[in-house]
């Protein structure tokens, strides 16, 4: 079964910056789409980004224009820079293959 593990989350400042990675068990060169979500709490779990092997990537509104995905196959790892953070980014945010395989969850705070 595949696994995934995210780390990189912890504790920034507004307008802050973080970087997520997650590595993979296995390669993840063949897999069709790995992407984010994150839930925070009293809110249903929304679409971060999305990530397609041919390059084609999808974005939450609500982090549009500052949030980026990316991928290094060499090291397995899928990444989500955050950029330009707000208090409402603040959420468990979760890796995952195609929707089937998530990580544990990392926690993200933004907090003044």
């Known amino acids: 079964q595949v696994q995934l593990v995210e780390s990189g989350g912890g504790l920034v400042q507004p307008g802050g910056s973080l970087r997520l990675s997650c590595e993979a068990s296995?390669?993840?060169?063949?897999?069709?789409?790995m992407g984010w979500h994150r839930q925070a709490p009293g809110k249903q779990r929304e679409l971060v980004a999305r990530l397609t092997r041919g390059g084609s990537t999808t974005y939450g509104d609500s982090v549009k224009g500052r949030f980026t995905i990316a991928r290094d196959n060499a090291k397995n790892v899928v990444y989500l820079q955050m950029n330009s953070l707000k208090f409402e980014d603040t959420a468990v945010y979760y890796c995952d293959v195609m929707g089937l395989y998530w990580g544990r969850g990392i926690q993200v705070t933004v907090s003044s």
């Open positions: 296995g390669s993840i060169s063949s897999i069709l789409a």
